[in-house]
């Protein structure tokens, strides 16, 4: 049984960091990991993602430069440290596993296994 759990949201200011985790269990091959959100009245997006082989990682533009995904393939845990963080970043965030290709998928529909999610929101 696959299981992706999400740890490390909550609270914080406009400008602070948090740093997201998501523990994976069940995934008997190697996956392309990433983190997608959604925000209240909005679609789920693309955040980051990261290849299977820890290769190649992806990232949405308005994430460029301040968010970082990184893996520690041998506890299997899947990071997203966020920085510089900004209102519009307010979600909840969602890690999820996808099917094994040489870049990381930028749409929700690639991927096959899903979190439950943890709450980012950010005050001004």
């Known amino acids: 049984q696959v299981q992706l759990v999400e740890s490390g949201g909550g609270l914080v200011q406009a400008g602070g960091s948090l740093r997201l985790s998501c523990v994976a269990s069940?995934?008997?091959?190697?996956?392309?990991m990433g983190w997608l959100r959604q925000a209240p009245g909005k679609a789920r997006e693309f955040v980051a993602g990261?290849?299977?082989?820890?290769?190649?990682?992806a990232y949405a533009d308005s994430v460029k430069g301040r968010f970082t995904i990184s893996t520690d393939n041998a506890k299997k845990i899947v990071y997203l440290q966020m920085n510089s963080l900004r209102s519009e970043d307010t979600a909840d965030y969602y890690c999820?596993?996808?099917?094994?290709?040489?870049?990381?998928?930028?749409?929700?529909?690639?991927?096959?296994?899903w979190g439950q999610g943890t709450q980012v929101t950010v005050s001004t």
């Open positions: 069940g995934l008997t091959f190697s996956y392309n």
């Open positions: 999820a596993a996808g099917r094994r290709t040489l870049l990381p998928a930028q749409t929700p529909s690639s991927y096959d296994y």
């Open positions: 990261v290849s299977w082989n820890g290769a190649s990682t």
